[in-house]
């Protein structure tokens, strides 16, 4: 097995993450719901906290901001896999992370304008 063959199956793993963070994550789910389920629905106490989580843990799961967790995690595996490509330095993989790269330098760009 030559070195590329070992990679193999974190690419795998990160591609699946790719689409799994690109198919399931929501940008503000919290907003989401709490847009359906009314602002007064937002808990203000711990009792209250764990009676919502108890009676719908999916609204009280989405307030606590889980999921974003679920998706840092899918992010991370992603980068790992981006990374696995520019270590082993084969030409086709690097031009992979051009676009990435791209999109980091404008988003960078795009939140200095904002702040400033």
């Not at 602002?39 to 843990?57: H, R």
């Not at 690097?94 to 999109?103: E, S, T, Y």
Request: net charge positive; hydrophobic share 55%.
């Amino acid at each position: 097995m030559n070195q590329t063959e070992s990679w193999k199956p974190l690419y795998r793993t990160g591609a699946i993450a790719a689409i799994l963070a690109a198919l399931l994550f929501r940008r503000n789910i919290r907003a989401e719901v709490s847009l359906f389920t009314g602002v007064e629905a937002i808990p203000t106490t711990i009792a209250d906290w764990y009676a919502l989580l108890q009676s719908n843990p999916f609204v009280g799961l989405s307030l606590l901001a889980f999921f974003d967790l679920l998706n840092y995690a899918l992010v991370g595996v992603i980068f790992l896999a981006l990374g696995a490509a520019i270590l082993v330095g084969e030409q086709e993989r690097q031009h992979a992370v051009l676009p990435v790269w791209a999109c980091s330098r404008s988003t960078r760009l795009a939140v200095k304008s904002t702040s400033a």
